[in-house]
């Protein structure tokens, strides 16, 4: 399970000012579920899985991830979790086998687990035909697997994943939706950021809609149209957010 309680994210800004880029956002994420966090570019999606995952404190408010405190347990939190992005840039001057070597033992594997790991990965994803490639010579498609076997090399029970499509081609976006939809039902705990209405309607169970850092929805997509009165996600989402600051972002 994932569990925030007005979580908090402020940063000062010599010239603006405070900057609340996440600003009380609660939530609770369950075992074989994906829960989604739904918002405009710069909302505090993105914020909130640095939390998450260790990366920044808060500035206010508490977390737990698998059990463990993020300020206090900052090391049972890391070894939980499994960190997906597009932004997760590959060492290029590896190889795919070298990158999961490395990042297996930076997970604390070694020995005959580390190669049991990594050979399972590699047979999983299909990564065999290009391990000894180097990275800065592989397509987008074939990267991206290396990411998502980087991703659950260790077997964490809590997967983040922010904004994990951007920037793919139709086949590599659906590979990374199957994969996460896998993981829901091999009962891992999931979190997905997106602000595509379309992969959140395929793949999230629940979501909670953040603006300017803030809750402004919570609940199934079903529930959000309800609150709303309205008949698709994304007129659900627009009137949640049409009145708040920065919603000019949505219509950028």
Sequence with gaps: MVRTHELKKHFKDPKLGVKRAVDGVSFEAHPGRVFGLLGVNGAG??????????????????????????????????ASIGFMSTSTALYGRLNAREVLEYFGALYGLEG??????????IERFEIGEFA???????????????????????????????????????????????FIEEARDQGKTVIFSTHIMSEVERLCDEIV?????????????????????ET?????????VRFQPGYEKVLA
């Design 232 to 240: 698709s996600l994304e007129r659900a989402f627009l009137s949640l």
């Design 209 to 229: 809609v953040i603006h300017d850092g803030v809750t402004m929805g919570h609940g199934s997509v079903e529930n959000l149209k309800e609150q709303t009165g």
């Design 45 to 78: 999606k993105t914020t909130t899985l640095r939390m998450l995952s260790t990366v920044i404190r808060p500035t206010e408010g508490s977390a737990e991830v698998a059990g463990f405190d993020v300020l206090t347990q900052p090391e049972k939190v890391r």
């Design 132 to 178: 000894d490639r180097l990275c800065d010579k592989l397509s987008t498609g074939q990267k991206q697997r290396i990411n998502i076997a980087r991703t659950i090399l260790h077997d964490p029970p809590v997967l983040f994943f922010d904004e994990p499509t951007a920037g793919l081609d139709v086949v590599s976006s659906q590979n990374v939706m199957e």
């Design 112 to 121: 005959a687990r580390l190669r049991e790991r990594v050979a399972h990965v």
